[in-house]
């Protein structure tokens, strides 16, 4: 089993910035994706970007050049850095590992909430 724990968050102005932090603890694979969801009232959650353990990423292009995911390896941690938040990116953010060959398994944080007021 797999555990992610979430924290960083809250409430911002708009153009602020934030930082979220996400530790995974248990049975982690050497090879796995890590990444960030969101989820607005009444919206479907959606990908907000992604890293590989190699460092390969993938991002939204709604947050491309605002957003910066990383990750340390030596202690499974992955982190999304938010700057010039829009109130367009208020929703609950949920960090994700991916895991497995043939058969993937699919984990996920608590979620925590980003709020960004005009």
């Known amino acids: 089993q797999v555990q992610l724990v979430q924290s960083g968050g809250g409430k911002v102005q708009a153009g602020g910035s934030l930082t979220l932090s996400c530790a995974a603890s248990?049975?982690?694979?050497?090879?796995?994706?890590m990444g960030w969801y969101r989820q607005a009232p009444g919206k479907q959650r959606e990908l907000v970007a992604a890293?590989?353990?190699?460092?390969?990423?993938n991002y939204q292009d709604s947050v491309k050049g605002r957003f910066t995911i990383s990750r340390d390896n030596a202690k499974n941690t992955v982190y999304l850095q938010m700057n010039s938040l829009k109130p367009e990116d208020t929703a609950v953010y949920y960090c994700?590992?991916?895991?497995?060959?043939?058969?993937?398994?699919?984990?996920w944080g608590q979620g925590t909430q980003v709020t960004v007021s005009s």
């Open positions: 994700n590992l991916v895991q497995g060959s043939g058969t993937l398994y699919d984990y």
């Open positions: 248990g049975s982690i694979f050497s090879i796995n994706v």
């Open positions: 890293i590989t353990r190699g460092g390969r990423t």
